[in-house]
C-alpha cells in the first residue's frame, strides 16, 4: 500500500511569508505527527493529531501549528517565516498514537524548506 | 543537555565489520525506546522499538539492546554491507510526557 505522502517536496519562501505543508497517511492510520529536522537541532517533535484533535504538542512557537482533516490528511501552517525556519518537515503515521509501545510510526520523505 | 545522547558522532567501517553505536540517556521514567535508519534526504525508517522491560531486539543483521538500569541502549550491526551508510537515531518517549525525544544520530559510513 503506498506510504506516507508528502507535498511539496522541495520549496523556497522569503522571510515574513507563510507556507503549509501537506500529508496524506498511510490508509487507516489516524495518528498524523510532525516533526522538524535541522543539522544543528536534530529532528524534533512539532505536534501530533489523532482523529482531528491535536494529541500532543512540543516546543515551539504558536507560528507553527497544524491541522487534521476527518479522512486523516494533515496540514501543518507556518506563519511569519524567519530564516532558522528552514529545515526539513517530516510527516510520520500510524494506526495508533505515535509514542505507543509496540506501535511503528511511517514516516514520509519530508518537504524541504528554505526560507531567504 | 540532551536528554538522548548518541556516540559517535561519525564512524567509518568496512564492508563486512561489525560496529555498536551507543545511545545514552537520561529520560525517565521512559516507556519505550526506538532505532531508526535515515538515509541521506529520506524520512526514518524504524529498526527496532523496546518497551522498558525488554533487554533485546533484534532485525536482520540488525541487534539494540537495552540496560534501564544504566539508561544504556545500543544498536550492534552485523557484517555490515554498503547499504547500510545511513544515520542512526536513538528515539526515547517519555512515560509522563508522552513526547518522542531524538537523539543527534550517528552517522555511519561503510566502504568497500
Known amino acids: 500500500k503506498a506510504g506516507v505522502t508528502q507535498t511539496p517536496r522541495y520549496l523556497i519562501k522569503t522571510r515574513g511569508q507563510q507556507v503549509t505543508l501537506s500529508c496524506s497517511p498511510i490508509?487507516?492510520?489516524?495518528?498524523v505527527s510532525w516533526y522538524q529536522q535541522t543539522p544543528g537541532q536534530g529532528l524534533q517533535f512539532l505536534f501530533e493529531?489523532?482523529?482531528?484533535?491535536?494529541?500532543n504538542k512540543g516546543n515551539f512557537p504558536g507560528r507553527f501549528s497544524g491541522r487534521q482533516f476527518s479522512n486523516s490528511r494533515s496540514e501543518m501552517n507556518v506563519s511569519t517565516l524567519e530564516l532558522g525556519d528552514s529545515a526539513l518537515y517530516l510527516c510520520?503515521?500510524?494506526?495508533?498514537?505515535?509514542?505507543?509501545?509496540?506501535?511503528?510510526?511511517?514516516f514520509g520523505e519530508g518537504s524541504w524548506l528554505t526560507v531567504v | 543537555k540532551n536528554q538522548v545522547e548518541q556516540s559517535p558522532q561519525s564512524l567509518i567501517i568496512l564492508e563486512g565489520k561489525n560496529c555498536t553505536l551507543q545511545?545514552?540517556?537520561?529520560?525517565?521514567?521512559?516507556?519505550?525506546l526506538r532505532w531508526y535508519k535515515q538515509d541521506t534526504g529520506r524520512g526514518p525508517v524504524s529498526l527496532t522499538i523496546?518497551?522498558?522491560?525488554?533487554n533485546t531486539k533484534s532485525n536482520g543483521r540488525y541487534t539494540a539492546t537495552l540496560d534501564a538500569d544504566t539508561k544504556q541502549s545500543s544498536l550492534h550491526i552485523t557484517a555490515s554491507q554498503l547499504s547500510d551508510s545511513a544515520s542512526y537515531i536513538c528515539?526515547?518517549?517519555?512515560?509522563?510526557?508522552?513526547?518522542?525525544?531524538f537523539g543527534t544520530g550517528t552517522r555511519l559510513q561503510v566502504f568497500p
Open positions: 510520520a503515521s500510524s494506526l495508533a498514537g505515535s509514542t505507543a509501545s509496540g506501535n511503528t510510526i511511517y
Open positions: 523496546m518497551t522498558f522491560s525488554e
Open positions: 493529531y489523532f482523529s482531528e484533535t491535536q494529541r
Open positions: 528515539v526515547v518517549i517519555g512515560r509522563d510526557t508522552d513526547k518522542l525525544i
Open positions: 545511545c545514552n540517556y537520561t529520560v525517565s521514567p521512559f516507556s519505550n
Open positions: 490508509s487507516g492510520h489516524r495518528s
